[in-house]
């Protein structure tokens, strides 16, 4: 499954940092057929410490985690929705992925200097969240000019589309994001096809640099209002340090970590930004465990079993017949397949299981 997250935001804010700190945790791309060999692109582990504990139950010769793409887009900048800078770029290349992660700086440094001389992360987000909305605008009234035949016509599809469209116009007119407006099924199949950066998940990165000063350390006003604003919004945020890893590149892990005990740092967030991208994408995994390998698959939450299968191969869903399945910590709790057998802890499953986050799953076809 192809899943790409474009990271967004305007200059001298670290987005580059940010992307190179990400790319190190790079994974082989040979092992994700979905995957681009691009520069801008980097295939990154999703960190799950049940993949490890899974490995080490299977003893398996190769360990291969879920993956997300990270594709460094071009930088923003005010008018990018009128083809300012490198607007028009910028806007194909963000409508390609599936999220976005809006990068927002929130450490002073009179040595980066930002693009408005002042750091107000709040104002960023407004600028950048305002040209996908203008570019938005752009596409709606534009769908809305050439519905109006369809519509008289009398089809059907089309009179839920113009519907649709009349929500999406308004909200978007109010400033909004049209992934705030809540659509049926029919007018969601509809709003779909029209490719909208706003309907797209967004979460922001907040990037603070260690040692440095950074608003949410001071906690002041301009922090407040993002916080309010994430909370109004029910937007998902992380901090991250997209520095760190990139100030301490030549080190080994030993004196990684006591630099970052030195600063006080714990850990610098990216870990937090790739669960936050596999979540806001609405996603699971799943494992399969033997000797030869270990491998966490990804899902949408939801996916029978059948639909699970295509996740290893196309065939599987129409060649299915069932499921073997053990969540992950009872087949380590049963300390191997053998007892977990004897104590009825393996489940087989049928064409209607919904799997589940953690499922352990072997295939019958």
Sequence with gaps: MSLSIGIVGLP?????????????????????????????????????ERLEKLNEFSKSLKKIPAAVEFVDIAGLVKGASAGEGLGNQFLTNIRETDAIAEVVRIFEDTNVIHVDGKIEPMKDIEVINLELILAD?????????????EI???????????????????????????NTIPFDEKEMVAVKSLHLLTMKPIVYVLNKKAGGTNLDELNDERYQKLLKFFKESNSKYVIVDAGIEHDMKEMSDA???????????????????????????????????????????????????????????????????????????????????????????????????????????????
């Excluded at 001298?12 to 691009?38: H, M, Q, W």
């Excluded at 605008?137 to 035949?149: A, E, P």
């Excluded at 008289?152 to 049209?178: M, R």
């Design 255 to 365: 004196e990684k970590k006591e630099m970052k005990s030195g600063l006080g740092v714990k850990d610098d967030g990216i870990n937090d930004l790739i669960r936050a991208g596999y979540d806001i994408l609405g996603l699971i995994t799943y494992f399969t465990t033997g000797e030869d390998e270990t491998r966490a698959w990804t899902i949408k939450k939801g996916w029978t079993a059948p639909e699970a299968g295509t996740a290893i191969h196309a065939d599987f869903k129409e060649r299915f017949v069932r499921a073997e399945v053990i969540h992950w910590d009872a087949l380590l709790s049963a300390g191997s397949y053998a007892t977990a057998r004897e104590k009825g802890l393996i489940k087989t499953e049928g064409k209607e299981y919904i799997v589940k986050d953690g499922d352990v799953m072997e295939f019958r076809i």
């Design 137 to 149: 605008m752009q596409t709606v009234s534009k769908r809305i000019g050439n519905i109006s035949r």
């Design 12 to 48: 001298n804010v670290g987005k580059s940092t940010l992307f190179n700190a990400l790319t190190k945790k790079s994974v082989p791309a040979e092992n994700y057929p979905f995957c681009t060999i691009d520069p801008s692109v980097g295939v990154v582990a999703v960190p799950d």
């Design 152 to 178: 008289k016509s009398g089809k059907k599809e089309a009179v839920i589309e113009h519907g649709a469209l009349l929500k999406l116009e308004k909200i978007l007119e109010e400033g909004k994001l049209a």
